[in-house]
């Protein structure tokens, strides 16, 4: 079957020291390393914000981590990152980006946010990323990234909605758990979507 690596946002500002970051982030970079070493088909995808985004809680006056009730649902807002250009949006350092074949960026447009690798949050808008794995044959992919509970398990429910087999790489995701359990149902959601789970070592054993 072939199968397609897909890399989720490690980003500067997702990880320690980012204005955004997500606990031990980086942690999880050697065993994408390996990964992206192993699969020839693998897609990086990049949070690629403009200057007052609507998911920046300073493009609504508002402090960070408020909830938009203008948005239905209401949307939480962010502080500002991964603004397109920026240091914070580029890819970790650590991360052997020059690996992949493929680079996906989302949140680009100013008026609509982006979780998923694969529609933006309108759950309409696609991002291409769909019809590119299709035309190359792909029938299976591999997640992994940041952060298990939003952009990891947005890209895996699409991923599945979309008709792919979906193995999310449990070593080599982390999560932000802002309420306690978030990383745990975003698991059984991911899960009870048809997702399976594996850990590095054993998806390498299996090349």
Known sequence: MESALIVVDIQNDFCPGGV???PDGDAIIPAANSLLAAYPIS??????????????ASAKSLPPFSLDTSAEPPNVLW???CVAGTKGAD?????????????IRKGTRK?????SAFFENDGVTPTGLSGLLSSLGIQRVLVCGLATDYCVKATALDARRVGFKVVIVEDAIKGIDANPGDIDKAKTQMRDAGCVFAKTHELLAKI
């Open 20 to 22: 955004l970051a997500v």
């Open 43 to 56: 897609v990086l995808t990049q949070d690629w914000h403009p200057l007052n985004h609507c998911s920046f």
């Open 79 to 81: 502080p500002d990152h």
């Open 91 to 103: 890819f970790h350092p650590a991360l052997q980006s020059w690996k992949a074949r493929f680079i």
């Open 111 to 115: 008026e609509l946010d982006s979780y």
